[in-house]
């Protein structure tokens, strides 16, 4: 019979299982080398999440809830302090990021991030 405490080591370690197994999977296809986007959100904001992150075109998207768990690493290495912030990669590199107002409200339009998209991939 496993106690709570035992539960909890056991989510954790999967949720590394489950982080490790993501970085292998992009370090391994060809979305590696693309245009990835990526929300950092929470799930008690999904009501100012980006509207508009999935038609953007010729890019990778990702969307991170960060008060799910196992999230947090993922929130210190990307040095998220404000959600949602939008954050946009080349080649497994930061090229521009975008961040929420004080009402947690990314006012970023998608045509703006849209023409980052394809500058890159020219």
Known sequence: MM????????????????IIVIMVILSSCRC???????????????????????????CYLTKV?????GKQKLQKKHNVTIIPTLIIFKDGKEVKRFLADISFTLKTKREEV????????K
């Open 32 to 58: 590696y080398s693309q245009v990835i986007v990526t929300e950092f959100n929470a799930c008690w904001n999904r009501e100012n999440s980006t509207p508009w992150l999935d038609s953007l075109q010729n």
């Open 3 to 18: 106690d709570k405490y035992d539960f909890t080591a056991l989510k954790l370690m999967l949720g590394y299982i489950l």
């Open 114 to 121: 849209q023409l980052i998209i394809d500058e890159l991939n």
């Open 65 to 69: 809830e960060m008060d799910r768990f």
